[in-house]
């Protein structure tokens, strides 16, 4: 039984590249656009009055160099949109079939249901990859426009684990397409991401032990912009660990969910 079919990986990237190509270009427009306009927030950023120290200093404090700038106003920006673009492609899938009212026409071809899942998956795998790859891209482009120097380690780690966040949310919500009835809209796999995220921000504002417990139940913790790119990282294990294990976990109960699925539409 072969896990990966190229002509339904083929015909599955067919149908999504254009959304791809808006969500990847539009969020890579965006940064380059806000490294752009990084001399002129210089003085913008002097110009704060005190009173407002404290609340920068969740957000790292006052940037001093040009990356330190990009973690809280560009990468911030991209996590949260990015992690929406990769929660849509994963649950969208499997769900779009039921939706359009394909899968039945779909399904009927002589492939088993893990290669059908499994190709899926891996579409998904590689949309949120060249997502990401791209945006990074465009990023650099942006530091060259400025022409300010940069430190590239701390840049490229938060690339790879920031692509890992994206990756968690693809799969989960691709094995929740899976779990749940079909037909279902999409508005529950957009409410993943963005709810963690607002956890994640009141984690990282709050100056209460309890209240910044809540990192914990966010994969935004380990792949924090301000930690990777304006201090001492390390790494949270924890977060990261909690998170791959309930991917791993939803990813086998989809697909046993899937392999039961009727595509009677």
């Known amino acids: 039984m072969k896990l990966f079919d190229g002509t339904l990986l083929a015909m599955e990237l067919r149908r999504s590249y254009k959304g791809v190509l808006i969500w990847t270009l539009a969020i890579s427009a965006s940064l380059v656009m806000v490294i752009a306009i990084y001399p002129l927030v ?9 009173e407002f120290y404290d609340l920068m200093a969740a ?15 560009g990468a911030m920006m991209l996590q949260l949109f990015g992690s929406l673009f990769a929660a849509l492609q994963g649950f969208g899938a499997i769900n779009r079939d039921e939706r359009e009212k394909t899968a039945e026409s779909l399904y009927s071809l002589p492939l088993s249901r893990m290669t059908f899942y499994c190709t899926k998956l891996l579409r998904v795998t590689l949309e ?3 997502l990401c790859g791209v945006t990074a891209l465009f990023s650099y482009i942006g530091f060259l426009i400025i022409d300010e120097p940069i430190d590239y380690p701390p840049f490229i780690l938060f690339s790879v684990l920031n692509t890992l966040v994206f990756l968690v949310f693809a799969w989960l919500c691709f094995a929740m397409a899976a779990l749940l009835k079909p037909n279902q809209k999409p508005m529950a796999a957009i409410a993943i991401p963005f709810v963690l995220y607002v956890i994640y921000t009141i984690a990282m504002m709050t100056q209460n032990e309890v209240l910044d417990l809540l990192k914990y139940i966010t994969p935004f913790t380990f792949a924090d912009p301000v930690e990777i ?32 699925r009727e595509f009677t539409i």
């Open 59 to 73: 957000f790292g404090g006052i940037p001093d160099t040009i990356v330190e700038y990009y973690a809280t106003e």
């Open 128 to 130: 949120v990859v060249f």
């Open 42 to 50: 210089i003085d913008m950023y002097a110009a704060i009055p005190p």
């Open 229 to 260: 790119l304006k201090t001492d990282f390390q790494l949270e294990w924890i977060s990261m660990t909690v998170f791959l294990g309930l991917t791993v976990f939803g990813t086998v109960a989809g697909w046993k969910a899937f392999a039961r």
